[in-house]
């Protein structure tokens, strides 16, 4: 994988993008690679960690594909300034993993969240440090056992399953970008887990009843919480 650098003047590029810097966060690690046992920041969490910094400071973020070598993936990301036309540009090329449509796309998703991350300057993180220390005070409920969620995990953890139609799924928050999952937990309740873009939505999560987890990284309820 390999990239280039292009731009204009960047003056009043380059001020408004410390502006922009100043209003990061982390980008969260939001899913799971199976293969590796590991989590990573998904194209998702990725425009979630700098989309409103960069609207708010007039700065239009596009990315392309273009062509290059054969078996190659070309994209350039981009950064503009509203006001003055000024701009940025970053041109990364990776080798497809297979040449069809499917290796494509899939190096397309990876290539755009690579390059976004690196033009602006996120870090990816895992949540459980700023969240666990957030949350290090409320109870433990002792029914629920968290471990090895989305990792190891075996027959003894609780069946994480989607249902659907059930009650307790019922009178949950509608949040934008967060997903629900129903399982059944160790000591035989029914609880309901809260995933996607959890991180900007904590209050909101920890309003209706849900706690966080700092060793799955999962924010949960029982189903008959209030």
């Given at each position: 994988?390999?990239?280039?650098?292009n731009s204009s003047e960047i003056t009043e590029l380059a001020e408004a993008m410390?502006?922009?810097?100043?209003?990061?966060?982390?980008?969260?690690?939001?899913?799971?690679?199976?293969?590796?046992?590991?989590?990573?920041?998904?194209?998702?969490?990725?425009?979630?960690?700098?989309?409103?910094?960069?609207?708010?400071?007039?700065?239009?973020?596009?990315?392309?594909?273009?062509?290059?070598?054969?078996?190659?993936?070309?994209?350039?990301?981009?950064?503009?300034?509203?006001?003055?036309?000024?701009?940025?540009?970053?041109?990364?090329?990776?080798?497809?993993?297979?040449?069809?449509?499917?290796?494509?796309?899939?190096?397309?998703?990876?290539?755009?969240?690579?390059?976004?991350?690196?033009?602006?300057?996120?870090?990816?993180?895992?949540?459980?440090?700023?969240?666990?220390?957030?949350?290090?005070?409320?109870?433990?409920?002792?029914?629920?056992?968290?471990?090895n969620y989305g990792r190891n995990s075996n027959a003894s953890q609780p069946q994480?399953?989607?249902?659907?139609?059930?009650?307790?799924?019922?009178?949950?928050?509608?949040?934008?970008?967060?997903?629900?999952?129903?399982?059944?937990?160790?000591?035989?309740?029914?609880?309901?887990?809260?995933?996607?873009?959890?991180?900007?939505?904590?209050?909101?999560?920890?309003?209706?009843?849900?706690?966080?987890?700092?060793?799955?990284?999962?924010?949960?309820?029982?189903?008959?919480?209030?």
């Amino acid at each position: 994988m390999e990239t280039q650098m292009n731009s204009s003047e960047i003056t009043e590029l380059a001020e408004a993008m410390i502006q922009v810097q100043q209003m990061l966060s982390p980008a969260l690690r939001d899913a799971e690679n199976t293969f590796t046992n590991s989590r990573y920041a998904t194209l998702h969490s990725v425009m979630n960690a700098c989309r409103d910094a960069l609207l708010e400071h007039g700065i239009w973020l596009t990315q392309y594909p273009v062509s290059v070598e054969a078996n190659q993936l070309g994209l350039v990301t981009k950064l503009v300034h509203a006001e003055t036309g000024q701009w940025q540009a970053s041109l990364l090329t990776m080798p497809l993993p297979k040449s069809d449509p499917q290796g494509y796309g899939s190096a397309m998703t990876y290539a755009r969240r690579y390059g976004m991350a690196a033009l602006v300057g996120i870090v990816t993180e895992s949540d459980d440090d700023g969240e666990l220390a957030s949350f290090q005070g409320e109870p433990h409920n002792p029914g629920f056992s968290p471990r090895n969620y989305g990792r190891n995990s075996n027959a003894s953890q609780p069946q994480l399953t989607p249902k659907s139609g059930d009650t307790g799924m019922t009178n949950l928050p509608r949040l934008d970008g967060v997903q629900y999952r129903k399982g059944a937990a160790n000591d035989g309740k029914q609880c309901v887990l809260a995933t996607g873009d959890t991180h900007s939505k904590k209050e909101l999560l920890r309003k209706a009843g849900f706690r966080w987890d700092g060793i799955r990284k999962v924010w949960w309820r029982y189903t008959d919480a209030a």
